[in-house]
C-alpha cells in the first residue's frame, strides 16, 4: 500500500480515503479483502486453514496495537471466536475470519460516516449563523448610516 496516507507530494501529505467511501467501491472491497487473506494465513502459525483461539487473540492484539488501541480482553476475543464460528469447530476457517472482519469495518465506516455528517452539519449551522450575524450587522450598520446622514 504504497500510496496511503504516508506518501507525500508537493511536500503535502495525502489525505487516507475514508473508509465508507474505500468500501462503496468494489475494487477497494478486493484489496481489503485480500490484505484480510494475507493477515489471516500470517497468523495461521500451524498452517492448518484455520485460526484456534492462541491464534486469533495474536491477530487481534497485532491489530489493536497497529491502530493504537489498547490491547483487547482475552474474554472478548472469545465471545468473538464463539459468535463468528458457523461451524462451531472452536476456530474461525478463512470465510468466517473475513466475514468477521468485514462486519467489523462497515461498523466503523458506519460511525466514521456519522460523524462526517454531524461534522458537516454542525459547519453548515456555524456558516448559516455566521452569515445571519453579519447581515444583522450590516444591517445595523445600514441604519445607524442612514439615521446620521438624515439629520
Same mark, same amino acid.
Do not use: W
Given at each position: 500500500?504504497?500510496?496511503?496516507?504516508?506518501?507525500?507530494?508537493?511536500?503535502? /501529505?495525502?489525505?487516507?480515503?475514508?473508509?465508507?467511501?474505500?468500501?462503496?467501491? /468494489?475494487?477497494?472491497? =478486493?484489496?481489503?479483502?485480500?490484505?484480510?487473506?494475507?493477515?489471516?494465513?500470517?497468523?495461521?502459525?500451524?498452517?492448518?486453514?484455520?485460526?484456534?483461539?492462541?491464534?486469533? &487473540?495474536?491477530?487481534?492484539?497485532?491489530?489493536?496495537?497497529?491502530?493504537?488501541?489498547?490491547? /483487547?480482553?482475552?474474554?472478548?476475543?472469545?465471545?468473538?471466536? &464463539?459468535?463468528?464460528?458457523?461451524?462451531?469447530?472452536?476456530?474461525?476457517?478463512?470465510?468466517? &475470519?473475513? =466475514?468477521?472482519?468485514?462486519?467489523?469495518?462497515?461498523?466503523?465506516?458506519?460511525?466514521?460516516?456519522?460523524?462526517?455528517?454531524?461534522?458537516?452539519?454542525?459547519?453548515?449551522? =456555524?456558516?448559516?449563523?455566521?452569515?445571519?450575524?453579519?447581515?444583522?450587522?450590516?444591517?445595523?450598520?445600514? =441604519?445607524?448610516?442612514?439615521?446620521?446622514?438624515?439629520?
Amino acid at each position: 500500500m504504497g500510496n496511503d496516507c504516508c506518501a507525500a507530494r508537493n511536500d503535502k /501529505p495525502v489525505e487516507k480515503e475514508k473508509l465508507y467511501v474505500r468500501l462503496s467501491k /468494489p475494487a477497494e472491497v =478486493e484489496k481489503i479483502k485480500a490484505h484480510i487473506a494475507k493477515e489471516f494465513k500470517a497468523a495461521d502459525k500451524n498452517n492448518n486453514g484455520s485460526l484456534n483461539f492462541e491464534e486469533l &487473540y495474536a491477530v487481534t492484539c497485532k491489530a489493536h496495537e497497529q491502530a493504537g488501541l489498547e490491547q /483487547p480482553k482475552k474474554e472478548a476475543v472469545r465471545a468473538t471466536l &464463539y459468535a463468528n464460528d458457523k461451524d462451531k469447530d472452536k476456530s474461525l476457517k478463512l470465510d468466517e &475470519y473475513t =466475514e468477521m472482519v468485514m462486519k467489523h469495518l462497515h461498523h466503523v465506516a458506519d460511525l466514521e460516516k456519522k460523524a462526517d455528517e454531524e461534522a458537516a452539519a454542525k459547519k453548515a449551522d =456555524e456558516d448559516k449563523k455566521k452569515k445571519a450575524d453579519e447581515e444583522a450587522k450590516k444591517k445595523a450598520d445600514d =441604519e445607524a448610516h442612514k439615521k446620521k446622514h438624515d439629520h
